[in-house]
Nanobody, 127 residues
Framework: QVRLVESGGGSVQAGGSLRLSCAAS????????MAWFRQVPGKEREGVAV???????NVADSVKGRFTIAKDNAKNTLYLQMNSLQPEDTAVYYC?????????????????????WGQGTQVTVSS
């Protein structure tokens, strides 16, 4: 079992920055990919960025150049640095983890592939 706890959400104005954190506990060594998703009411959960155990990363086209994913293995913590935030980035952001077999290049945006989820943290960007 893996427990994921997000923090760092909040409200900012357009153009601002936030950094989200996701602390993993339990058996994080059993996971291969850790990712950030976001969701707005009425829409499907959207993959934002992924970090694989072999250090490969990927980010969605919608946030490329603005968001960066990183991981501190010593702390078992995943980060999402979000810069140049826009109102359309407003969503609940979730941390997720998947076991071995996931790929940071193929299928990583499919939320059904992830076994573990955090409780989510709200990010609100005002214009």
């Amino acid at each position: 079992q893996v427990r994921l706890v997000e923090s760092g959400g909040g409200s900012v104005q357009a153009g601002g920055s936030l950094r989200l954190s996701c602390a993993a506990s339990g058996d994080p060594e059993s996971t291969y990919c850790m990712a950030w998703f976001r969701q707005v009411p009425g829409k499907e959960r959207e993959g934002v960025a992924v970090f694989a155990r072999d250090l490969r990363t990927n980010v969605a086209d919608s946030v490329k150049g603005r968001f960066t994913i990183a991981k501190d293995n010593a702390k078992n913590t995943l980060y999402l640095q979000m810069n140049s935030l826009q109102p359309e980035d407003t969503a609940v952001y979730y941390c997720a983890a998947a076991g071995y077999g996931c790929s940071p290049y193929i299928g990583w945006t499919n939320y059904r592939r992830y076994n573990y989820w955090g409780q989510g943290t709200q990010v609100t960007v005002s214009s």
